[in-house]
């Protein structure tokens, strides 16, 4: 079973669709419990970085968080992804989940709109169990105004965007995190969810 975390970020119901779809059992929790008793968990989520860690931190996940991602894998979505980082700077420093090093800052592209949204390429960097069975050339769904920089070594995937723009992420471990949105990517979205869902099994 996966659990999402419900913590009040929105793009929850989506993300269970989307399981759904593929035949995962799946459940929208704001339990610790049941985060516990999960296989794996995901972290969606869409807004701004110091309004959810605040709400993380005020539902007491973020002790958890830290906690389930040394036995189980955990996959951050968008702005869930962001708060997997050190620290964002959204309107003002503030401190992440901390679970892969780096920041979280603004997209600054000359002649590029800000928001980046819409479809854009991957680009594989290194090797994530998350790419497995892709397609050459994906493509997958952005909506973002911020974005990770980080170390190479963590950066599965990228996307150009006026400059490079980390998209996929992974501590070669359990934890990983997709600034695009899965959900919405289609068949290679749906393939990059199954993937992660296949290694709750293991």
């Not at 479809?119 to 769904?141: A, M, T």
């Amino acid at each position: 079973m996966i659990a999402i975390i419900d913590y009040g970020a929105g793009n929850i119901f989506s993300v269970k669709n989307a399981l759904d779809y593929l035949g995962y059992e799946s459940v929208l929790t704001k339990s610790a419990d049941e985060i516990k008793r999960a296989d794996a968990i995901i972290l969606p989520g869409v807004g701004a970085f110091p309004w959810a860690m605040k709400m993380l931190n005020e539902s007491g996940f973020v002790p958890l968080i830290r906690e389930q991602t040394k036995i189980k894998p955990f996959l951050g979505i968008c702005l869930g992804m962001q708060l997997i980082f050190d620290k964002g700077y959204e309107f003002e420093e503030t401190e992440g989940l901390g679970l892969i090093g780096g920041t979280v800052e603004k997209l600054e592209r000359e002649d590029m709109i800000i928001p980046h949204m819409g479809w854009n390429e991957l680009v594989i960097q290194n090797d994530c169990p998350l790419l497995k069975g892709l397609p050459e050339n994906p493509y997958v769904y952005f909506v973002h105004s911020f974005a990770a920089k980080c170390d190479d070594k963590n950066i599965s995937a990228y996307c150009d965007y006026g400059g490079k723009v980390t998209a996929l992420v992974h501590d070669g471990k359990n934890v990983f995190g997709a600034q695009f949105h899965p959900e919405k990517s289609g068949e290679v979205g749906l393939q990059i969810l199954r993937n992660f869902a296949e290694l709750s099994k293991n």
